[in-house]
């Protein structure tokens, strides 16, 4: 009897601290409001985040070009620097180019749809 006493101890002193937790008020958690309240909040985030894709395409074209030239400058008539360098170069104008098309794009089809 004595072994069922002990067990029943132990069983309701290990379980007081979690019927002591039922007991108390738990705070409720109150989310905050989401800062998209509608698709176009979406399509912003989308504009947004490119246009930042752009001046980083930018910056980098412009390393790129520096780097051409700094090839250009330290070439010493080596022909493979210099092929190297003009087709740096040519990659970066290309690069810069396709973006200010794509760029033109967006804005084309949007003030032919009219939409702001």
């Known amino acids: 009897m004595s072994q ?5 101890v132990v069983i309701l002193s290990a379980s007081l601290p979690f019927i002591a937790y039922g007991q108390s008020p738990v705070p409720v958690r109150v989310l905050p409001e989401s800062p998209v309240k509608s698709f176009n909040d979406v399509l912003g985030f989308i504009d947004k985040a490119l246009g930042w894709l752009f001046t980083l ?3 980098y074209a412009t390393f790129m070009v520096l780097s051409a030239a700094y090839l250009y400058l330290t070439s010493e ?3 493979k620097k210099v092929q190297d360098a003009h087709n740096k170069l040519l990659y970066a104008a290309v690069g810069v180019a396709v973006a200010f098309l794509a760029r033109g794009v967006v804005s084309f089809v ?6 702001s």
Do not use: A, S, T
């Open 110 to 115: 949007q003030n032919f749809l009219g939409v």
């Open 57 to 59: 395409l930018l910056v």
């Open 77 to 79: 008539g080596d022909e």
């Open 4 to 8: 069922l006493v002990k067990k029943v």
